[in-house]
């Protein structure tokens, strides 16, 4: 485990192992794999993870590598402190024939979980009691209704967004 003191902010990094059969991307949330095999080092993305509940307890940070870590491959994972652009959901749609609605702004300090059907941090639904992994170090504007158009076939918006993650 790295920690960086020093006249930067403060920041707690971890080595994680990609367990899972496609790269992970910077910015997005990894889950820790509890297969008896590399516990505590091997890692996937949340949709791949474990689905038994058990997600959410093993939260392993923000993939903070340079580059997409490739199956296999280990990269680091940020587990304390500020990202500049975590992947955070902001709409979803159920179909790429459907149009993305309108959304209100989202504050400072939002609070943000994990979110598991779309590789990312989000805001939590009312009927789910999940944990706090990080906040959100700055404001959203309000996002307009978005048509659905032929060259646009993704069911979600996200974007990289500055966060506190608070995963420890």
């Known amino acids: 485990m790295e920690t960086h ?10 080595h994680f192992k990609n367990a899972d059969t496609v ?38 940070g923000i993939n903070s590598s340079s580059l997409p870590v490739k199956s296999g491959e280990t990269g680091t994972a940020l ?13 979803t749609r159920a179909a790429t024939t459907d149009a993305f609605s309108s959304s209100a702004s989202i504050g400072l300090g939002v609070p943000l979980y994990v979110q598991n059907d779309n590789n990312a941090l989000g805001q939590n639904k009312a009927s789910e009691d999940l944990p706090i992994v990080a906040r959100l170090a700055q404001s959203v ?19 990289g967004l500055k966060v506190i993650i608070r995963g420890l």
């Open 141 to 159: 504007a309000a996002l307009e209704g978005v048509a659905s158009n032929a060259t646009n076939t993704s069911l979600i918006y996200t974007q």
């Open 23 to 60: 790269d992970i991307p910077p910015g997005v949330p990894i889950i820790f794999l509890a297969d008896g095999s590399n516990d505590g080092f091997s890692a996937t993305l949340p949709s791949t993870g474990p689905q038994n509940g058990e997600t959410y307890g093993f939260f392993a």
């Open 79 to 91: 587990i304390w402190g500020f990202y500049n652009s975590a992947s955070v959901l902001l709409q």
């Open 5 to 14: 003191i020093g006249n930067k902010p403060f920041k707690q990094v971890i």
